[in-house]
């Protein structure tokens, strides 16, 4: 048991270093960014991700050690559901209901899509 928190606190660590990396990288290729790119682009990559790491999983390619460091802790420190909700809830108190209802949709749509796309590679 205590290994396998150590494993999910290693892998939540590097996920949300690299979340907070790609989102700086991200804010610096957008003239004028958007407060969601950044948290949209990280989160449907992590889709994919997420998918790749299953397909590898049920092809039994990967051990469960490895599923909770980079799965339950990287994908699960990378991902921003919470600052998601949070940025939706921040666009509908402004009034952009279609923006904030656009960016939902987008974000459910794509990140399904990419998640399969990432089972798919790996041939699952």
């Known amino acids: 048991m205590l290994r396998s928190l150590l494993f999910v606190g290693?892998?939540?660590a590097?996920?949300?270093m690299a979340r907070y990396g790609a989102s700086l990288i991200i804010g610096r290729l957008f003239v004028n960014p958007v407060n969601y790119m950044a948290t949209f682009i990280i989160?449907?990559?992590g889709c994919l991700l997420i998918g790749?790491?299953?397909g590898l999983l049920s092809k039994q390619q990967m051990s469960d050690g490895?599923?909770?460091i980079l799965a339950t802790g990287f994908c699960g420190g990378f991902t921003t559901f919470s600052t998601f909700t949070l940025e939706n809830v921040n666009l509908m108190q402004k009034g952009q209901n279609v923006t904030a209802l656009m960016?939902?949709?987008a974000?459910?749509?794509v990140g399904l899509l990419l998640c399969r796309v990432?089972?798919?590679l790996v041939g699952a």
């Open 14 to 16: 590097a996920g949300s």
């Open 118 to 120: 990432g089972i798919w």
């Open 103 to 105: 960016y939902t949709a």
């Open 10 to 12: 290693a892998g939540g």
């Open 107 to 109: 974000s459910v749509v």
């Open 66 to 68: 490895t599923w909770l």
């Open 52 to 54: 790749l790491l299953f």
């Open 43 to 45: 989160n449907v990559v």
